[in-house]
Nanobody
Framework: QVQLVESGGGLVQPGGSLRLSCAAS????????MAWYRQTPGKQREWVAT???????NYADPVKGRFAISRDNAENTVYLQMNSLKPEDTAVYYC?????????WGQGTQVTVSS
């Protein structure tokens, strides 16, 4: 079972930026895609962005144009660059590795956007 560890969360003012990282315990090439999700209390986990093994990307409408997902296969790491942050982006952000067998989730990192 691969371990995914998110980092980079924190408190940021509206309009600010953060870069989240998701480090895997083994090669991420084995996943056909990597994704970021987010969740706020009392709500279902929400998909944010996906990057495939061929580096094709897709974004949820609320973050399109502001967030960018990328991957570094040599470092076994996936990133989420978040710009122009809004208070409604406040959530716990989770990394997910998608495979034919069993998907893998990280433990999450808190992002708080507030003045």
């Amino acid at each position: 079972q691969v371990q995914l560890v998110e980092s980079g969360g924190g408190l940021v003012q509206p309009g600010g930026s953060l870069r989240l990282s998701c480090a895997a315990s083994r090669s991420i090439v084995s996943f056909y895609a990597m994704a970021w999700y987010r969740q706020t209390p009392g709500k279902q986990r929400e998909w944010v962005a996906t990057i495939t093994s061929r580096s094709s990307t897709n974004y949820a409408d609320p973050v399109k144009g502001r967030f960018a997902i990328s991957r570094d296969n040599a470092e076994n790491t996936v990133y989420l660059q978040m710009n122009s942050l809004k208070p409604e982006d406040t959530a716990v952000y989770y990394c997910k590795g998608l495979s034919v067998g069993r998907d893998s989730w990280g433990q999450g990192t808190q992002v708080t956007v507030s003045s």
